[in-house]
């Protein structure tokens, strides 16, 4: 894990004084995330709201490898989300599968997804890749609810409550809050630190690369279209893993999943954290929660708040609240 | 909200008196806890989206039966309290704030929701942690066996009581009916109850056209409707659907060559869309305040509203939030507090009438047995007073009779 | 099924079509001008739709909604552009999309706040109530008028692009933005007023569109993914494509409507994937812009 790859631009730009404190911040960035992960039940409101966080989280920070760290804007995210989600319900509650194995199994239903969108939607750029994710991605939403004697449709899947969960002869109450986190935990935890690892590596160079400026990655000889399809591919993954744990929280998967509300949901969540950081999905999923829990409080017109909080967003800090706390620190 | 702001105190004192309530209770010796702790329910009901009108309607008709039970001195010396939550109409925060319920306010029991999808979500949540559950949105999905629950009692109609009553009263025997479809769950339940009802009369179909779901045009679909000339067109959906697809139904001249029935006329739909495009349809409801010219539970249900409210009449789907609280405490009045079995066995030997007639729980689905009205709205010129739209068909007293029955839900016999 | 339903699906078509042209055409305009997805597009419709009831109810009268509803919602438009989306000109084309996604939540919200939830009743004009009989069957006189006032609105428009100073730089423009700055056109003005006409379109759609169905916050949004359906099988920017696309989609949502009904929305989407994939720049687009 080396600074030296983590941002093209911060290499170009970061005084080397800066660099010390942001290279252990690299280093130490899955540790600090589980650590902070580990607090969350204690800290915010409700239980509930802290499984969110994590969920939501989890899926913001696959997002952000397509679209913070690659720079591909999808708006059809929700497709992978919704997927894992269902193949995890349905693997449990149709298939049999036990918990443990309905998480890989959502993964793979999601990242197969995510890997036929990503063909297709590839050959498309700028606001027609945008445009091409959102069309597909409202195809398996209409897909789900067409496909009502599997999916439920618009009562939405149910029947597959893992109330207890066994494993090496441990027994787990599933249905008490605060054991359900940490188990959950421990799955977004190990995607985090494979995300990390991603980062880290020369793919992550390349992805970054792409981003910066997409000939000049292809002039250096590296394959754009097939990276594009696996940054692709990888995000949808972790969607998908995120999915499955949602299904497992709430024991039921709404259509809304899939919904293209859910797709700008996310988003919002990314930029509001921080695209192309790795802690800014996380603040952006806990700062948008946060801030729809507070507000809904005292006004039924939460909405308000939230667009208009996002519209300053995007003028005034389009890095987001970690990455301009970031640039904030090195700008010192 | 619409009238927006009127809704905003109730969400933020109840935050607040949840607030006040959480923390007295931690201060409070555990011994003394067990006796005086306030009885808390919670009620999940949809604050924003579409459907607000009703869900405050629905939280002023609950928070009204909770205060006439708090001013007689409560539940075995217990003062009862209601937290409400916005459910957002959607079922995944519908489950989230009903975990939230649950696990951080412990409340006794939920009461609430006000769509297929978000009961069915509250119903799997409350199943799995053995709360009771009071379900105030009409679905047949949650009678069947295989979203049963215990602890789950369906307090709303179901489509399929709803279409019996309303098709008993206005099909006739060799009456060509035409169906336009929502295609969802609630649309393909709501053309089942009708279909079967036909046959029964001896009316016959000349067509059904599904639609999808939240439309908001459905020109294509009239010159068909139209062609296959219908004496009865028979709009299977719900809400805005609804009110979009009588409106232009209308503007096609669909009214002057049939008459048009829906399942559910909704109050505030009606006053949202005006009278001329509703003039003349037909449709079932649980709840008219007009019952009170024959039935003395009405009378006093409308009342305390009216006094409660400025002289507000509640509407159909508030009246359920009224019903269901109300169902629920006089079941724990009868057990002498929370325990859930015990509350459970005194809903199942209920038998109440607190706004509608006589109702009661059936022992195997737990529905509730209840009178269904039949509606007409009115036309403009006959209706002076503009709160009252609507005119009584009919009333179908409570009947196992238009109920499925509980073989052919799945339950063994 | 006989010949005379298939004519009259093919009329209600293009009737329903209308609408989405008048939406889809102030898309693309400020797409191809601008550079600018608008993703508050559908809301402005919206606004517009509840403009036209405003001004309806004060004055008493439809025409005065028709006429006034969509030149105070372009100058909205307007004071949208000024303020929110021109210091965003110079940077990724994605920020101007997600501001006016961000737009679009706050505009619905405050109609929300302003007119209720649950939305209001927009009588059809007594003037245009009641039904047409065409001969092959009977059409509201309404839809009929919105087909004319659609027409005239194109036949003006054409003029106004091929005929006037203003228009031969728009489409100069639409062509090729850096020859604007070249020749010395104020660009600023231009885009301003752009923007202001492409919203002003949608609202006068949202105006027309009101009596068809009841009027609500959340109008806009059905709007919203039909119109860029719309745009991108046309191909953004192009404004024909809008027109042609706008029609076909009609057409294409009224014979499913026929034959398989409870298809009808996933053909409007699987045929954009369709187009996005054969032709990304869409019908009528140029291939550079994808």
Sequence with gaps: ?????????????????????????????????????????????????????????????????????????????????????????????????????????????????????????????????????????????????????????????????????????????????????????????????????????????????????????????????????????????????????????????????????????????????????????????????????VVALWTPHWQIVVGTVFILFVLFLPKGIWGTLIAWRAGR | MTKGLPTLPITRRHALAGLAAGTATLAMPGLLRAQSETIRIGFPTPLTGPYAAEAKDQ????????????????????????????????????????????????????????????????????????????????????????????????????????????????????????????????????????????????????????????????????????????????????????????????????????????????????????????????????????????LPSAKAFNDAYKAAYSGAYPTDYGAYGYTGVSSL?????????????????????????????????????????QSVLVLESKAKADTPEEADPFRILAVEPASEDILRSCAELGFPS | MDAELIAMQLFSGVALGAILVMVALGLSIIFGMLGVVNFAHGALFMVGAYAGLWIASLTGSFWWGLLLAPLLVGAFGMLIERVLIRPLYKRSIDDPLLLTFGLAYVLVEAVRILFGNEGMPFPTPPELAGVADLGIGYFPIYRLFVVGVVAVVLLLLWLGLEKTKFGLIVRAGARDPQIMRVLGVDVAKVWLLVFGLGVGLTALGGVLAAPMRSVDPEMGALVLAEAFVVTVIGGMGSLVGAVVAGLLIGIAISMTAL?????????????????????????????GRA
Excluded at chain 2, 176 to 203: C, N, P, T
């Design chain 1, 1 to 293: 894990m080396t600074a030296s790859v983590h941002s093209i631009a911060e290499v170009m730009t970061g005084p080397t004084g800066h660099r010390g404190w942001r290279a252990r911040l690299t280093a130490w960035r899955v540790p600090l995330s589980i650590l902070v992960l580990c607090l969350l039940p204690w800290v915010l409101p409700s239980q509930a709201l802290a499984v969110n966080v994590l969920i939501y989280g989890l899926l913001a920070v696959g997002y952000n490898l397509l679209f913070g760290y690659t720079g591909m804007l999808s708006f059809g995210h929700a497709a992978f989300f919704g997927a894992g989600a269902y193949a995890a319900g349905l693997g449990i509650g149709q298939l049999g599968l036990p918990w443990y194995a309905a998480i890989p199994f959502g993964m793979l239903v999601g990242g197969a997804l995510a890997f036929a969108v990503g063909l297709l939607s590839i050959r498309t750029r700028g606001i027609y890749f945008s445009m091409v994710t959102l069309a597909l991605a409202q195809l398996v939403y209409y897909a789900a609810l067409q496909s009502s004697s599997i999916t439920g449709g618009e009562n939405g899947l149910r029947g597959f409550t893992v109330a207890r969960i066994e494993l090496f002869g441990w027994s787990v109450d599933f249905l008490d809050p605060v054991k359900k986190y940490y188990v959950l935990m421990v799955f977004a935890a190990v995607a985090l630190w494979l995300v990390s690892r991603v980062l880290a590596s020369p793919f992550g160079a390349v992805i970054e690369a792409i981003r910066e400026n997409e000939t000049r990655a292809r002039a250096c000889g590296y394959d754009v279209e097939r990276t594009k399809v696996m940054a692709f591919t990888l995000s949808g993954l972790v969607c998908a893993l995120a999915g499955t744990l949602f299904a497992l929280h709430l024991a039921i998967v709404p259509l809304d999943t899939l919904s293209i509300q859910t797709s700008g949901m996310i988003v919002m969540m990314t930029l509001l954290g921080g695209a192309g950081s790795f802690f800014g999905p996380f603040v952006g999923a806990l700062a948008f929660l946060l801030m729809e829990d």
């Design chain 2, 329 to 369: 405490l006089l079941a724990m009045a009868k057990a002498g507090g929370t325990d859930t079995d015990k509350v459970i066995a005194a809903l199942e030997g209920l038998t109440y009438d607190v706004a509608k007639g006589p109702q009661h729980y059936r022992k195997c689905d737990h529905q509730s047995v």
């Design chain 2, 59 to 294: 939280v002023r008709s609950a928070e009204l039966a909770v205060k006439l039970v708090n001013d007689k001195g409560g539940i075995a010396g217990r003062k009862v309290e209601l937290l409400v939550r916005d459910d957002k109409l959607n079922a995944g925060e519908a489950a989230t704030r009903t975990l939230e319920l649950i696990e951080k306010e412990k409340v006794h029991a939920v009461v609430g929701s006000l769509s297929s999808a978000v009961q069915l979500a509250i119903n799997e949540v409350t199943r799995a942690r053995g709360v009771i559950f009071v379900s105030i949105s009409q679905s047949d999905t949650i009678n069947e066996v295989k979203d049963f629950s215990r602890f789950t009692f369906h307090e709303a109609l179901n489509p399929h009581m709803t279409t019996a009553a309303v098709a008993k009263h206005t099909f006739k025997p060799g009456m060509k009916i035409a169906y336009l479809v929502a295609d969802y769950a609630f649309g393909h339940e709501i053309l089942r109850g009708f279909k079967r009802a036909q046959a029964a009369i001896g009316a016959t179909s000349v067509g059904e056209i599904l639609h999808p779901i939240g439309a908001p045009d459905y020109s294509t679909f009239m010159p068909r409707l139209r062609a296959m000339k219908p004496d009865i067109l028979c709009i299977c959906n719900f809400g805005r659907d609804q009110a979009n697809s009588i409106k232009q139904a209308v503007d096609f001249g669909l009214n002057k060559q049939d008459r048009i029935v829906v399942p559910v006329l909704l109050y505030t739909q009606r006053l949202g869309i005006g009278a001329e495009a509703f003039e003349g349809v037909v449709g079932g409801a649980n709840y008219y305040w007009r019952l009170q010219d024959t």
């Design chain 3, 259 to 287: 034959f398989a009904p409870e298809m009808a929305t996933i053909v409007m989407f699987a045929l954009m994937a369709l187009v996005l994939l054969v032709r990304p720049q869409g019908l009528f687009g140029k291939p």
